[in-house]
């Protein structure tokens, strides 16, 4: 029995369980329909209502399927009855070549179908950031074309080219009267698409001509964090340089110091937290009137405001936390080393430094906790000072009850240095206070 009659089996046994039934791939009937570019029963399938974006356990859905199949006719069909376009904008899957291959899908693309309004006012090479090149941009230009025309997505072609580097396109584009901060559908520019790529010759031509790089998309993303996320450290330098916010957070209350640790970018996690320093204004203003003789000393990147290390999540995590959880031990290494981190901190779950790392399953993690004197001395005077607390609270209580004591209210000096294990020893039972007696 050959391939195609073992998956139309297949579609009819999915079918008699209902149109959205999937088997182990995650495939519905429409899905394989596509598979064996059986156009009849994928109309039939949509006639019936079946979903037309549905998506395998793989992510494709029946118009990705029918463009790696260059099935032209069924493409249509499917953005024809509400298949989203945006799907193929985002992937490779329409190239120039294959655009140039289906003549008929450019025409439909750009003139629009009955139920495809929407996509009637882009150029055909909005349609994939792989046909966006120089030739059909500056044709597309020189014969009166909109530099900011969207597509299905809200992508403007300074969008998809910043995202290849074309460095030459985006500087035609903003040549024309391209505006760098316009939004796609999910709040991202063309500054985010680029870096996030680590594209910096585009991502600088965008800064130079206005992009802001603190603008943020609908999940509170910058240009930072997307370089951050992705390790673009280049990219990361350059956006710092051109006074990108460090400290802003996105709706995880994460900013970008916390999402490359949790990422387990140790290059990032160096640079935000190391070389980036905080430069005051009188400072910035005195070394305006530096001479080049003067080699004053001055930060390797200079901020308006330094990250917080100790900064909390929604989750009331630390980047030294995150970088814990996800058990990446170099970059908890980095942070652990920087004086102004404080390893005392709990999050919401009541849990510090010390007890995510014992929870744990890594014993790289374990091994540096053991060897951290700064964490040891960090976590023992936080018990001293806890254990004080109480005992001074204690002495109070014993005076309002008039309990006759022969020690001064408050423990000597010399218990107060006593170490933290033996001060956690101290019990109360009846007269007995520790190995203090007290007498009524």
Do not use: W
């Amino acid at each position: 029995m050959t391939d195609r009659k073992i998956s139309e089996q297949n579609m009819e046994t999915l079918l008699k369980h209902g149109l959205e039934t999937k088997n182990d791939k995650g495939q519905t009937a429409l899905l394989l329909a596509c598979e064996n570019g059986s156009f009849e029963k994928a109309r039939e399938l949509i006639g019936k209502g079946a979903n037309v974006n549905v998506r395998d356990n793989n992510g494709r859905t029946p118009i990705m399927i029918a463009c790696e199949k260059g099935q032209t006719d069924l493409l249509i069909f499917l953005l024809s009855n509400g298949a989203e376009a945006s799907v193929l904008v985002n992937s490779t899957l329409l190239t120039r070549e294959f655009l140039k291959e289906h003549p008929e899908l450019v025409k439909f693309l750009v003139n629009g179908g009955d139920k495809a309004e929407t996509l009637s006012a882009a150029p055909a090479f909005l349609f994939s950031s792989q046909a966006a090149d120089f030739k059909a941009v500056s044709e597309y230009l020189a014969s009166g074309g909109n530099a900011d025309a969207v597509n299905a997505a809200g992508q403007t072609a300074l969008m998809l080219t910043a995202a290849n580097d074309d460095a030459k396109c985006v500087e035609l584009l903003i040549g024309n009267g391209a505006n760098v901060n316009l939004r796609d559908k999910d709040g991202r520019t063309a500054l985010m698409y680029a870096v996030q790529k680590g594209c910096d010759k585009a991502g600088e031509l965008l800064l130079k001509n206005k992009a802001n790089p603190n603008l943020q998309d609908k999940d509170g993303k910058t240009a930072l964090m997307f370089a951050a996320e992705q390790g673009k450290l280049t990219s990361t330098e350059m956006l710092v340089k051109y006074e990108a916010d460090i400290t802003l957070t996105d709706k995880n209350g994460q900013n970008a110091l916390m999402i490359a640790a949790a990422e387990g970018q140790t290059d990032i996690v160096r640079f935000l937290a190391e070389d980036c320093r905080e430069e005051k204004a009188k400072d910035a203003a005195n070394r305006q009137q530096d001479t080049p003789g003067n080699n004053k000393p001055r930060p390797a990147y200079a901020v308006k405001k330094a990250v917080d290390l100790n900064a909390r999540d929604n989750d009331g995590n630390t980047a030294l936390m995150l970088a814990a959880r996800n058990g990446h031990a170099e970059t908890f290494q980095i942070l652990a080393r920087q004086k102004s981190v404080d390893f005392t901190v709990t999050n919401r779950a009541g849990q510090n430094i010390v007890d995510i790392i014992k929870a744990s399953n890594d014993n790289r993690l374990k091994k540096l906790l053991e060897e951290n004197e700064e964490i040891k001395r960090q976590t023992t005077e936080k018990k001293q000072a806890a254990v004080l607390k109480v005992e001074q609270h204690l002495c109070k209580i014993r005076q309002n009850l008039g309990i006759q004591k022969n020690q001064p209210d408050y423990p000597a000096e010399e218990n107060r240095r006593q170490t933290a294990d033996n001060r956690l020893n101290f019990r109360t039972n009846g007269g007995e206070f520790g190995d203090r007696q007290t007498t009524r």
